[in-house]
């Protein structure tokens, strides 16, 4: 979905100008490059691999700043990189887009409340043990 920046009145998909006038076409290549920008981090974060889905949610979610999906995925992204902060940050966006959408809330509940302190207590509990193995829990499918 994406609005005319003439008139502000929303997009008809398929539809190559607004009924104001405006062209459209270049917005609806915009919006397309999106959703493949979208699928492309769909698919690193099924291959494992988060760094480059960051990437490509991230450009996503430039493309279209108002999607909230994008946002979500990207914070699930971050969090697959024991990245606590900006996952809080994607999911703080998101929120501000759509406070009510039902992924919002399992995503916070299983990031750690405060990151820094969190870090703290990893890196205190290394001191203590360094022979045993502490991780970062992380989010889960
Ligand atoms: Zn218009």
Redesign the pocket.
């Known amino acids: 979905m994406y609005h005319?920046p003439?008139?502000g009145?929303s997009a008809q998909p398929g539809r190559a100008a607004?009924?104001?006038g405006?062209d459209l076409t270049l917005l609806a290549t915009l919006d397309a490059m999106a959703d493949a920008w979208f699928n492309r981090g769909v698919g690193a974060l099924a291959e494992g691999n988060s760094g480059r889905a960051v990437e490509w949610f991230a450009a996503s979610a430039a493309a279209r700043p108002d999607d909230v999906e994008a946002l979500l995925a990207l914070a699930l992204s971050w969090a697959r990189l024991d990245r606590p902060r900006e996952a809080l940050s994607s999911l703080d966006r998101a929120a501000e887009k759509d406070a009510t959408h039902p992924d919002i809330k399992p995503l916070r509940d299983a990031l750690p409340e405060n990151p820094d302190s969190m870090k703290n207590n990893l890196n205190r509990a290394r001191k203590r043990d360094p022979r045993k193995k502490y991780r970062i829990r992380r989010i889960s499918e």
């Open positions: 005319c003439s008139c009145r607004c009924e104001c405006a």
